[in-house]
């Protein structure tokens, strides 16, 4: 085919690591894909957050494509946590190996995807007049891909420099003698504080929340370890796939506080110096027991006060409005000792808020700081942002924004009532952020695809979940987000980071391994839980047989 075709089998709209997959296995099946990428490049996620210090926070060698066994024996990752540039050039190899980049259209943001049901097809149009029909659409969106830009007083009157985290200039950004403020201390914001300090004149943090963040224990890898884990990779896939993470590790047998003291000091010590976000998981009760949080806090808020030596500093770098691992803890490089610096200043936004942003700078309600250049590092509207900034319309015209407006509600995350032959990777009600995004990906395209050929063993026409499937699936979810603690966070998961949102904890929390499992169940019992059309395709419905 080519990206002229008008009529093809799949639209796939999204070249993050989601979508580069599903191009590639839709393509094994004989299938005619377009794709289309709002980007001027492939990448998604590692595409646009270029700032300084931007790392992702699973290992390596676990981040990566595990479909291609020769790709994984070939590639060798240089450090224990890649950097954006690494993983960026990683995916553009992948998609070089494979010829995907020949399935898009780069800088071509899709606007509407639309569902007709005389022709049982999807018609997708972009911003550049393309449009295409398909059979099927699958919305590769991302889950942290459209940014949030706090509505705050006089922002768009500041004459500096600005930057979003999250659409990092591709130019080098030049800090050197220049006053630089940063708004969020989230994991972009902690990731670049350090490295923006370095050369900066001076840094002003503004921080509205403090956050938990454990030191990353980066470094190279060395030939033996990399020779190793290469030797035992389908192993180490296996057990990604099983546990709750997608990452080769599982806690401690026992609660934190069925052992004792020492023991419990043990365990944590080994996953602090394990280093970064899988500290969440030291213990299995850590994030649904209260008491077992609070140890686990105790001690990561010791660690925080060794780091600061101010010790007013340190209490206002401590998080007390949420348990530790119910936002996502951030895996860093330096923060904590960054403050102190002589040139970096914590402004606390719970004492002092900010009360308007003028050409010149931040006017707190005690202070105006005069600054050259502002960073936002203010997220994301997640899971949810990238998905309703399309005019997407099933059945009937059901708009999907309007269907979502009190909380998404989807069947396994994957696809949603009144929308046939509509699937989304890693989208809500999926383990998505919760666990290694690489491998839920794989795990979500692989489903689909089985599916297809599903639906292609009976002469089914279009797939569709029940609405009952949809309530149950949305009741399960928000059973395993109730019995632990993370529905007590301000977090994005719940959308409480953009004003007005639904608060909805949005991802599934039972873990990947568990949801694999009960997504190979629904296939094993004939996709319970959905309906299957094998009506005839009205004449120019385009039914693509392989
Ligand atoms: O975004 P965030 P992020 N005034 O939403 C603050 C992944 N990720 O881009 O908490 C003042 O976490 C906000 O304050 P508050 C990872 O999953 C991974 O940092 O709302 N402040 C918060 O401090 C991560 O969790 C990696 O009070 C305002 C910050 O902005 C997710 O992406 C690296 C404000 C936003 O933090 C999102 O991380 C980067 C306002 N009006 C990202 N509005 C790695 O792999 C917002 N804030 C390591």
Excluded at 107 to 117: F, G, I, L, N
Excluded at 442 to 459: G, P, S, Y
Aim: charged share 25%.
């Amino acid at each position: 085919m080519t990206t002229q075709d008008s009529h093809v089998d799949v639209v796939v709209v999204g070249a993050g690591i989601a979508g580069l997959y599903a191009v590639h296995r839709f393509r094994a099946r004989g299938m005619r894909v377009r794709g289309f990428e709002s980007a001027s490049g492939l990448g998604g996620t590692w595409f646009h957050n270029r700032y300084p210090g931007a790392r992702c926070d699973v290992e390596s060698i676990d981040y990566s494509y595990s479909f291609d066994e020769d790709l994984q024996q070939e590639w060798t990752w240089s450090e224990r946590f890649a950097t954006q540039e690494e993983i960026l050039r990683y995916l553009e190899h992948v998609a070089d190996r494979h010829d995907l980049r020949s399935a898009y259209e780069f800088s071509t943001r899709v606007t509407a995807a639309v569902y007709d049901e005389d022709t049982r097809q999807w018609t997708v149009e972009t911003d550049t007049g393309a449009s295409v029909t398909a059979r099927f659409c699958v919305l590769a969106t991302g889950v942290l891909s459209a940014t949030n830009m706090p509505d705050i007083p006089g922002r768009d009157t500041f004459a500096g420099e600005l930057h979003h985290t999250g659409e990092w200039p591709h130019q080098p950004v030049d800090f050197g003698g220049k006053r630089v403020g940063i708004i969020g201390t989230g994991s972009s914001g902690i990731q670049s504080i350090p490295i923006i300090a370095e050369s900066a004149d001076h840094v002003f943090v503004f921080q509205r929340s403090p956050n938990y963040s454990i030191p990353a224990r980066n470094r190279p890898l060395t030939p033996e370890f990399v020779a190793e884990v290469k030797a035992t990779y389908p192993e180490r896939r296996r057990l990604s796939r099983l546990s709750g993470g997608g990452s080769p590790y599982t806690p401690h047998p026992k609660g934190a506080l069925e052992v004792d003291a020492a023991e419990r000091i043990r365990v944590f010590d080994e996953w602090w110096d394990r280093g970064g976000v899988l500290f969440a998981k030291a213990f299995p009760d850590q994030t649904s027991d209260p008491a077992a949080n609070a140890v686990a806090r105790e001690y990561v808020e010791a660690e925080i006060r060794k780091l600061v030596r101010d010790p007013e500093i340190a209490e206002q770098l401590i998080p007390t409005d949420h348990p530790i691992g119910t936002k996502r803890i951030v895996t860093d490089s330096g923060y904590f000792e960054t403050y102190n610096r002589a040139n970096v200043t914590l402004v606390n936004l719970r004492r002092t808020p900010i009360t308007e942003i003028t050409a010149s700078g931040v006017c707190t309600s005690e202070q105006i700081y005069d600054l050259d250049m502002l960073v936002f590092a203010t997220g994301f509207d997640a899971m949810t942002g990238a998905l309703s900034r399309i005019d997407i319309r099933g059945r009937d015209g059901r708009e999907l924004r309007a269907e979502w407006s009190a909380g998404p509600r989807t069947y396994l995350g994957l696809a949603v009532a009144g929308f046939p032959n509509m699937f989304i990777l890693s989208g809500p009600g999926s383990p998505s952020v919760l666990a290694n995004m690489v491998l839920t990906a794989e795990q979500h395209v692989d489903w689909i695809a089985e599916c297809l050929d599903f639906m292609d063993e009976r002469n089914a026409c279009t797939i569709e979940p029940t609405s009952e499937a949809v309530s149950d699936w949305v009741a399960e979810c928000n059973a395993k987000a109730a019995a632990t603690l993370f529905p007590t966070a301000d977090s994005w998961y719940l959308g409480a980071n953009i004003p007005g949102k639904p608060r909805v904890f949005m991802p599934y929390i039972g873990g990947f391994g568990a949801y694999s499992a009960i997504c190979d169940d629904v296939a094993a019992a004939g996709y319970q839980g959905f309906e299957l059309d094998a009506a005839e395709v009205p004449s120019g419905g385009g039914h693509h047989r392989r």
